[in-house]
């Protein structure tokens, strides 16, 4: 016999478990179900994990409601003030910096396994979340009256609405016909965790040049020792030459990439290699089903917005299905689901094309191109106006206009 839920989410990483615990919240029934057995095991720093998510204010506030983001120890965040990009080739300059913003900071970074094991310790206490881990779909079926799955556990489920929150290499995605506009990058990001020799002062660095686009992240710091996460983003070829160095020629690339800003001493976290394609599909909804997060759209890192994307869409999707469901309003129709797409793909279309430009831009080594470039970064850097904007953008608390 079928167990009934109000909603079945297929994916438990940051996304799908944070709107597990949101709509939870709202008293709705919550099946998650993964691959995954749930259990994250956190590295000891300074051996901080390569993959970190920067958190914008709309996020952090996002975090809270959900009771996370107090429950993460606060050696385990590090708060940025200021950004700094800069041209390797050549003198363009822009400094981001929250106190001419009138913000307290811009942002925090994380690692993604922190987030994601407070994220299970709120779902495990949660009566209204039933956890079907170790365990995956073998079929599905969709209507305007719900889901339907099998698990291969033997489980049948049923419930008003599917939400596929497998990422994106997404199965119901593809399974359910959705139309994409991707391609690749032409670039793979190298992550990795490394000690410098001098504090990053809550900044926050990125380089574009000849080198690639390397971003330095802040760390919190170990017995006065000075840490950063690093992404960067290099064409394939180039990746695997980074990734057959030694660690101390890498460390030495790393000091030059950086415009020899800080002396690198030593990788503490393996480097990983990530292949970068941008994706976004044509719809979000059909009648029993939403994307979320990277299953709907994935961009370039450069921005540093992935993880924001999907967090907007979590509170999108929670709000229109929780109104939903207190009008008694059945949570899968294609008339309740728009409104999810309606207030998503827009913001998302336009990151995913702001990004493609950037890309597009410093990708390019031509001296009419790089002197234009150059001058534009310059002026600006002039314009207090147009980076508040661009500011408050990027913590989600304006819209661009």
Request: net charge neutral.
């Amino acid at each position: 016999m079928a167990k009934s839920y109000d909603v079945i989410i297929v994916g438990a990483g940051m996304v799908g478990a944070l709107s597990a615990i949101l709509l939870a919240k709202s008293s709705l029934r919550v099946a998650l179900i993964d691959k995954h057995n749930g259990d994250y095991t956190l590295s000891v720093p300074p051996a901080y994990d390569a993959r970190v998510s920067a958190i914008s204010s709309q996020s952090k506030a996002l975090l809270e409601s959900a009771n996370v983001w107090q429950n993460i120890p606060q050696g385990r965040v590090a708060t940025y003030d200021n950004i700094v990009v800069w041209d390797g080739l050549g003198s363009g300059y822009i400094d981001f910096n929250a106190g001419s913003a009138a913000m307290p900071e811009l942002g925090d970074l994380v690692e993604n396994t922190v987030l994601s094991q407070q994220m299970m310790v709120q779902i495990q206490d949660n009566q209204n979340i039933d956890l079907y881990f170790d365990n995956a779909l073998v079929s599905h079926e969709l209507s305007e009256n719900g889901a339907e799955v099998d698990l291969q556990s033997g489980d049948r489920l049923t419930s008003q609405v599917l939400i596929a929150a497998d990422g994106g290499g997404s199965k119901l995605r593809s399974e359910n016909d959705f139309s994409t506009v991707e391609w690749d990058y032409g670039h793979t990001a190298i992550a990795a965790t490394i000690e410098i020799d001098q504090p990053h002062n809550n900044t926050a660095w990125q380089s574009f040049g000849e080198e690639g686009v390397l971003a330095f992240l802040p760390l919190p710091a170990v017995d006065n020792r000075h840490f950063v996460s690093i992404v960067w983003c290099v064409p394939p070829e180039e990746a695997s030459v980074l990734k057959a160095l030694s660690d101390d020629a890498f460390c030495r690339r790393v000091h030059y990439a950086i415009n020899r800003r800080f002396n690198v001493l030593s990788i503490t976290r393996s480097r990983q290699a990530i292949p970068l394609r941008q994706r976004h599909a044509k719809e979000y909804v059909k009648s029993g089903i939403a994307l979320i997060g990277d299953a709907a759209h994935t961009i370039h890192p450069l921005a540093g917005q992935g993880a924001n994307l999907g967090f907007s869409d979590v509170k999108a999707l929670v709000d229109v299905l929780s109104k939903a469901h207190k009008r008694g309003e059945n949570l899968g129709s294609s008339k309740v689901l728009r409104r999810y797409q309606r207030a998503r793909m827009l913001d998302n279309v336009v990151m995913a094309a702001g990004m493609e430009t950037f890309k597009r831009l410093f990708s390019t080594q031509h001296p009419f191109v790089v002197q234009l470039r150059n001058t534009g970064m310059k002026s600006f850097d002039c314009n207090t106006s147009l980076k508040k904007k661009l500011i408050a953008r990027a913590a989600g608390l304006a819209s661009f206009s």
